[in-house]
């Protein structure tokens, strides 16, 4: 089997795995996986109630072994909540760096205003 094949039979299979969690989102669906493939990011806009984080939630389950978080762009959002910290722990004496939302393999920055 070629790897084109190969490719398109996963896609398909991520696709129909994400159908049975979310409903009329066919075009979204298809390029969100089309940017998957290419290793690129998405944007999507729309109304409130429509799917976007079910939708989100559901691809990152779908990819085995994805990382899904989400952020809330609310007004007193700083960078570590994003980014991460440095975390002091005094029993070591040593900085441990505890990662934050962004350097998940799904993020969902929501309600970017």
């Known amino acids: 089997m070629s ?3 190969t490719a398109r039979q996963a896609a398909h ?5 994400v159908r049975t969690v979310v409903h009329g989102q066919d075009a979204a669906l298809r390029n969100i ?8 990011h998405v944007l999507v806009e729309d109304v409130p109630g429509t799917g976007k984080t079910t939708l989100a939630k559901a691809i990152a389950r779908a ?6 978080k989400r952020v809330q762009f609310t007004p007193d959002l700083l960078p570590g909540d994003i980014l ?5 722990d005094p029993r070591t ?3 441990r760096f505890r990662p934050g939302p962004v350097f998940a393999d799904i993020l969902l920055a929501d309600e970017i205003n």
């Open 33 to 40: 996986l089309a940017c998957l493939a290419a290793g690129g």
């Open 84 to 88: 991460g910290v440095s975390i002091f």
């Open 63 to 68: 990819v085995d072994g994805a990382g899904f």
């Open 93 to 95: 004496q040593e900085f």
């Open 3 to 5: 790897d084109l094949t």
């Open 13 to 17: 299979r991520l696709e129909e795995a």
